[in-house]
């Protein structure tokens, strides 16, 4: 059964850059069928698309994130990233790594990141 | 890329059937059959319940179902449990790789 975890600081202070890694198991990243994405929940709000990518790094982001977004695929590690610089108190969500296809069929169990000074 | 409409509530009895929508435009629902929908317990990740506007995977109760007309989706509940009560999220696909989500409805089993 694929599983997916997301790994990163869980706080960090107004204008640093969030880093954090999604882990999959039980799959492979280097799969031509899926793209791995990335989506947030403020506190209390809905979902939001970040950006996906797939193997061979091919992105897309957001537009409303689209200048302060990174996302990479590691396939010798099995894992992908997300990198949101410049943060603001905005930024607070829990954030979630998934697969893509058509559907997200796949989640992480998601993690906290609070922007605070 | 706007975030498509869902009511901010939806509530039924047990047994009853509730449907929520999910409005976009041409350019996402309208234009697209890659509509999903997705329940989220408190505190917990989204979990795939609908995808291509109406299919199901396994092992999700066929009390879930769903639809599509023009540029409105909607996600019904039937025979509703007390396990369903949660928040439902559309989905759709946007063109260009892109994606949008709903707002997001409450349901409630009173």
């Known amino acids: 059964q694929l599983q997916l975890q997301e790994s990163g600081p869980g706080l960090l202070k107004p204008s640093e850059t969030l880093s954090l890694t999604c882990t999959v198991s039980?799959?492979?990243?280097?799969?031509?069928?899926?793209?791995w994405g990335w989506v947030r929940q403020p506190p209390g709000k809905g979902l939001e698309w970040i950006g996906s990518?797939?193997?061979?790094?091919?992105?897309y982001y957001n537009p409303s994130l689209k200048s302060r977004v990174t996302i990479s695929v590691d396939t010798s590690k099995n894992q992908f990233s997300l990198r949101l610089t410049s943060v603001t108190a905005a930024d607070t969500a829990v954030y979630y790594c998934?697969?893509?296809?058509?559907?997200?069929?796949?989640w992480g169990q998601g993690t906290l990141v609070t922007v605070s000074s | 890329q706007s975030a498509l409409t869902q009511p901010p509530s939806a509530s039924g009895s047990p047994g009853q059937s509730v449907t929520i929508s999910c409005t976009g435009t041409s350019s996402d629902v309208g234009g697209y059959n890659y509509v999903s929908w997705y329940q989220q317990h408190p505190g917990k990740a989204p979990k795939l319940m609908i995808y291509e506007v109406s299919k199901r995977p396994s092992g999700v109760p066929d009390r879930f179902s769903g639809s599509k007309s023009g540029s409105t989706a909607s996600l019904t509940v039937s025979g509703l449990q007390t396990e369903d009560e949660a928040d439902y999220y559309c989905?759709?696909?946007?063109?260009?790789?892109?994606?949008?989500f709903g707002g997001g409805t409450k349901l409630t089993v009173l």
């Open positions: 989905t759709s696909y946007a063109g260009s790789n892109s994606w949008v």
């Open positions: 990518a797939d193997y061979s790094e091919s992105t």
């Open positions: 998934a697969r893509l296809e058509l559907q997200f069929d796949f």
């Open positions: 039980g799959g492979s990243v280097s799969s031509r069928t899926y793209y």
